[in-house]
């Protein structure tokens, strides 16, 4: 079975500061991975995705993640966050041929003008 | 505009009044999927369909039914709600699932509380 862990569950950084949140998967064999962002009040929302290919995705409002097989990774980093940044992150596993996508717990950030 | 819609957006009922949300979905998607969001535990599935007339359980489906009988439809029942159904659930939309697929098209949710 597939499962994800983040490992920071609340995350508070001042404006312009570096963000890495951390995603690990358990799942060994070819996967799709995911970021979602959740504004306050809102929907999911997805932010980049990881298929193949170069393992370092570039994804909306300046975010990217770096997929490391060897360590079952795929950490979300954004040099400079801002206010606006504050949300709920998401790391999201869909193994090949599974049906299902498994989402971790979340880590909300909180960025302090 | 392609999205998926859910209704109602908020309810609060009573213990085993039977009810039903709601999803939809105008993007021709085969896969749809229940998630319910809880503090501290993060988004996990309910039940999800990879076609019409195809459900399968995820990995909370206790106390809930779907049905899939036309496509961009999959609404979620409550037969029986009891207060630990109390939650915000989305319903979740995707073109499939397997190699170079499975990104998620959110609904905007349905806050539940069952008193």
């Known amino acids: 079975a597939q499962s994800v862990s983040q490992h920071n569950h609340h995350v508070i950084l001042s404006e312009a500061a570096s963000l890495e949140l951390g995603c690990n998967y358990s799942?060994?064999?070819?996967?799709?991975l995911f970021w979602y962002v959740q504004y306050p009040g809102q929907h999911l929302q997805l932010l980049l995705k990881?298929?193949?290919?170069?393992?370092l995705v570039k994804g909306i409002k300046g975010f990217e993640a770096e997929f490391i097989k060897s360590k079952f990774s795929f950490n979300l980093r954004k040099p400079s966050v801002q206010w606006s940044d504050t949300a709920e992150y998401f790391c999201?596993?869909?193994?090949?041929?599974?049906?299902?996508?498994?989402f971790g717990i979340g880590t909300k950030l909180q960025v302090i003008p | 505009e392609a999205q998926v819609t859910q209704n109602p957006r908020y309810l609060i009922t009573v213990t085993g009044k039977k009810l039903t949300v709601t999803c939809s979905q105008n993007?021709?998607?085969?896969?749809m999927s229940w998630y319910r969001q809880d503090p501290g535990l993060g988004l996990r599935q309910i039940y999800y369909?990879?076609?019409?007339?195809?459900?399968d359980k995820g990995d909370v489906p206790e106390g809930y039914k779907v049905s899939r009988k036309e496509k961009r439809n999959f609404p979620l029942i409550l037969e029986s709600p009891s207060p630990n159904q109390t939650s915000l659930y989305f319903c979740?939309?995707?073109?499939?699932?397997?190699?170079?697929?499975?990104?998620?098209?959110f609904g905007e949710g349905s806050r539940l509380t069952v008193l």
């Open positions: 999201a596993v869909n193994s090949g041929g599974y049906q299902k996508v498994t």
């Open positions: 799942y060994g064999g070819t996967v799709n």
């Open positions: 979740a939309s995707s073109p499939g699932m397997g190699l170079a697929t499975g990104e998620l098209f």
């Open positions: 993007m021709n998607h085969e896969y």
């Open positions: 990881y298929f193949s290919g170069d393992p």
């Open positions: 369909s990879m076609n019409v007339e195809v459900t």
